[in-house]
């Protein structure tokens, strides 16, 4: 179990859950959508279940999912798994938004409403617990938003969705942002209004701008973690291990095939974490497990409010996972953790593959053909 120095940690208002949850993204195998890579390698289903099983016996309560991770495939093994358990024993979020068919807008009624649909009858669900909008864009001058928050009502009043969260990048852009790639501190809080969600999702990992728990209450460069804070809104964390790039396990010569969401990482990047991890392991241990442990611990504490959600695709990795908070790591532990992190990130920001201001995950551009071979991923 999860040890117990890490107390439960709000996901919406009345519901407490375990620090540690599930991201299922690389269970569900590989997608495309809107020409982007935006699934995982392929898996083996029967151990994917398996795992998700066994992640709940470890003490996971919270298991997020999306209806474009494997388009559709993810929900559909995370349903098998919530066919042989108790469903108020865990929480089950979903994103709506990423994947729009034929509709000129996601947040169309129509397409919301039908997405919300699907995504309950892949997981086998009467309601999900917490329904997440995926992005901001309402279309021109936000003709479908008052569409969108009408829907998400009626599926409120329906039972078919508890809670309506929202994704936000690490920081927000002052103002109202520059360009549709960035979200504004005023266009957020203008959509929070708009929405009332109970969670705020957002991408998070040790290479990301460490979040300032004495952020005054300020729109400059607001971090997403100072903003919930401010509007009384929990916060859902996915990505700590930056796309797996964290655990030490893929070579530069590492290639990510069709629809697999890594494609876009360069061999620059994977040369780089390469060195940059080096310090962790003859600490911590070179097995990707110590890192793993090493990069889900360091997310734990410098997001002191947050679930974390962490993925894997078998049953050794959720074991690694979970058991690993068995054993605490100490002030000189973190302060030696945060040093090695704060170097890799420096130079990935030299190197011109990260922002030093909005170092959420790993968004690079693909590097050029390398060997077809993907070891087993988280």
């Known amino acids: 179990m999860i040890a117990s120095h890490l107390p439960r940690r709000r996901l919406v208002a009345g519901w407490d859950e375990r620090p540690l949850g ?31 099983l066994r992640a709940r016996d470890e003490g996971a309560t919270v298991f997020d999912t999306s209806d474009v991770y494997g388009l559709g495939h993810s929900q559909r093994l995370l349903g098998r798994m919530l066919a042989q358990v108790p469903r108020g024993s865990v929480r089950i979020t979903s994103t709506v938004g990423a994947f729009r068919g034929t509709s000129v807008n996601a947040y169309s009624y129509l397409n919301l409403h039908g997405q919300v649909e699907q995504s309950l009858e892949n997981l086998g669900v009467e309601s999900l617990d917490v329904l997440t909008l995926h992005h901001t864009d309402f279309g021109n001058r936000d003709q479908f938003l008052e569409e969108a928050r009408e829907t998400l009502e009626a599926l409120r009043d329906l039972g078919r969705v508890k809670a309506v969260g929202m994704r936000a990048p690490n920081r927000l852009a002052a103002g109202a942002g520059t360009d549709r790639s960035q979200v504004g501190a005023v266009r957020f809080a203008f959509l929070v209004q ?7 999702a957002t991408p998070f990992n040790p290479l990301s701008q460490p979040p300032d728990s004495e ?6 460069g607001e971090d997403i973690f100072s903003f919930a804070r401010r509007h009384g809104v929990a916060t859902m964390v996915h990505e700590p291990l930056g796309l797996g790039l964290l655990t030490g396990k893929y070579a530069p010569s590492t290639v990510f095939g069709p629809g697999d969401v890594r494609s876009r990482i360069t061999a620059q990047v994977l040369d780089a974490v390469q060195r940059g991890l080096q310090p962790l392991r003859d600490r911590f241990g070179s097995d990707p497990h110590d890192l793993a442990r090493v990069a889900l611990h360091h997310c734990l504490k410098r997001c002191p409010e947050s679930i974390i959600l962490a993925g894997f695709t078998d049953t050794q990795q959720v074991v690694a996972n979970y058991q690993g908070f068995q054993n605490e790591l100490s002030e000189s532990d973190y302060a030696f953790i945060d040093a090695a992190y704060a170097a890799l990130r420096a130079e990935l920001v030299g190197i011109g593959q990260l922002r030093s201001r909005e170092a959420a995950s790993m ?3 693909p590097g050029p053909g390398r060997p077809a071979h993907v070891p087993e991923e988280r």
């Open 215 to 220: 952020a005054a209450d300020s729109e400059e």
């Open 22 to 52: 599930v991201g299922c993204r690389p269970i569900g195998g590989p997608a495309t959508n809107l020409g982007r890579a935006a699934g995982w390698a392929s898996g083996d289903d029967d151990r994917a279940v398996e795992a998700l």
């Open 194 to 200: 708009q929405f009332d969600p109970e969670v705020i």
């Open 363 to 365: 968004r690079c551009v």
